[in-house]
């Protein structure tokens, strides 16, 4: 903001600013102000998953094997996982069916395979080599999964992104411009008429 205030300022003071350049200013001003809000969701999001322990999100246990015991252990089988899963589930909820299950996330170096269903965002949490279930609860960072990844904003989430990206090569460009042009108006031109052309 004080960047972009001081550069239309000093462009005043050289002359008058054409259409172009007010064009210019206030796509910067404005794209810089969507883009900013955009990332700074993403960021908060993305820092907020990275310490979803910390934050009380997570219902797994926040675990790292040793490299040798994964070696000499045998993962279970997904299928075998997905079944206790079920089955754990439907104590609570008879009508929970392996037709219910969403995601499957499988993390041997963790020890455990996360079966997340459909119904409920419910997910249990599966020892990944023998069995045990190691929690059932409701996932407390989906949402904040969704809003990092875009999919809280529907199926053409990912486009929010895609036009983000875009939008940050535009500012950047018209940036530079908004930059460079005062100081070579200033230098060989006395005014701002017909330098946008």
Not at 35 to 40: F, G, N, P, R
Request: proline share 4%; with cysteine.
């Amino acid at each position: 903001v004080l960047w972009i205030a001081a550069t239309r300022e000093k462009g005043r003071r050289i002359g008058t600013p054409t259409r172009w350049w007010n064009f210019n200013w206030w796509f910067h001003r404005v794209g810089g102000l969507i883009v900013s809000i955009y990332l700074t969701v993403i960021c908060v999001s993305g820092v907020m998953l990275n310490h979803k322990h910390e934050f009380g999100l997570m219902i797994e246990p926040a675990r790292q094997l040793e490299a040798e015991y994964v070696a000499r252990q045998t993962p279970t089988r997904l299928h075998v996982m997905i079944r206790t899963a079920v089955q754990a589930l439907s104590r609570r909820d008879p009508s929970i069916t392996a037709n219910d299950v969403a995601v499957v996330d499988y993390r041997p170096l963790r020890g455990y395979g996360k079966v997340r269903f459909k119904k409920n965002d419910m997910e249990v949490v599966v020892n990944a080599y023998d069995g045990e279930i190691l929690s059932i609860g409701r996932r407390r960072d989906l949402f904040i999964e969704k809003l990092h990844t875009g999919a809280a904003l529907g199926d053409y989430g990912f486009l929010v992104s895609d036009l983000t990206g875009i939008l940050l090569i535009l500012l950047t460009v018209n940036g530079l411009y908004l930059w460079v042009k005062p100081a070579w108006i200033g230098r060989g031109r006395p005014e701002f008429e017909g330098a946008g052309t």
